[in-house]
């Protein structure tokens, strides 16, 4: 764009000069010019020739008037010469002017549209990174949820397994307690008896039989001890209980002793 006005300030320097400038043109030369530059038919630049050679000792006031005239159109035809290409030149520098405006305009255009699909993307890329930090936070709560539960049924499984292996230890020993004294009392009654070891049915049978006994001894004694009590004076503040009524509590101790094991022992069963 530069380099077109430059152009045209140094053709419109050159016209000026031209336009001041004069022309001296004589004899030979000169027609010659003429004829090679201007657009005069050719029987008017013979003829010009002829009377230039005819007319060569002429007076010098004509010779004048023909070349001022010459002169004269010369310098027309070459200023309407100039002005045709400079209008030229400024139709050819505004056809461009006006192709970068076009192009400027289609550049910022396409500019424009990058920036806004990129923007898009990035909003696009970042909503779905958002979504996706989303649902991998939501596994993770949920997986630490889920191995937190684990870890939790775990300890609570060992426990319930360290609380059964402790009761069916407690069981086990209960029950060898039991048939130890079942044992010696079978030996005792009768020597001759096998020592193998009954099944719980008949254990169970036997102790009822033997809670049935020890009911019946405890009420005799209860009402023995409330004879001898009301046969005793009211002055007497403590009763003095004699040889065989000790020996009576004791025994009486001892089965109340043996039925709460024995009460245990089949709440254990019945469990």
């Known amino acids: 764009m530069t380099d077109s006005i430059t152009g045209d300030v140094f053709i419109d320097e050159l016209a000026m000069f031209l336009d001041s400038d004069t022309l001296m043109l004589s004899g030979v030369e000169h027609s010659i010019e003429v004829d090679l530059s201007s657009d005069l038919p050719l029987g008017m630049m013979f003829a010009s020739e002829s009377r230039s050679d005819n007319q060569s000792g002429s007076s010098s006031c004509n010779d004048n008037g023909h070349e001022t005239a010459v002169k004269t159109i010369l310098r027309e035809k070459e200023t309407k010469r100039r002005r045709v290409y400079r209008q030229k030149q400024k139709?050819?520098?505004?056809?461009?002017?006006?192709?970068?405006?076009d192009l400027t305009l289609t550049l910022e255009k396409a500019k424009q549209a990058e920036l806004e699909r990129n923007a898009r993307q990035e909003e696009a890329s970042k909503s779905t990174s958002g979504d996706d930090n989303v649902c991998v936070g939501k596994w993770k709560t949920l997986a630490v949820w889920e191995w937190e539960s684990l870890c939790r049924a775990q300890?609570?499984?060992?426990?319930l397994q360290a609380a059964a292996s402790a009761k069916a230890q407690l069981i086990?020993?209960?029950?060898?307690?039991i048939y130890k004294r079942i044992e010696r009392k079978s030996l005792a009654s009768n020597p001759k008896l096998s020592t193998t070891r009954p099944s719980d049915v008949v254990v169970y049978e036997a102790y009822l039989q033997e809670l049935d006994t020890n009911y019946a001894r405890i009420d005799e004694m209860f009402r023995t001890l409330a004879v001898s009590?009301?046969?005793?004076t009211r002055e007497r503040p403590v009763c003095l209980l004699s040889f065989?009524?000790?020996r009576n509590c004791s025994m009486i101790s001892m089965i109340l002793a043996h039925f709460i094991a024995t009460s245990i022992i089949l709440a254990t069963a019945s469990s």
């Open 229 to 232: 009590t009301m046969k005793e």
């Open 244 to 246: 065989r009524s000790t």
């Open 91 to 101: 139709d050819e520098r505004n056809a461009l002017l006006c192709q970068v405006q």
């Open 172 to 177: 086990k020993d209960l029950q060898k307690v």
């Open 155 to 159: 300890d609570e499984q060992k426990r």
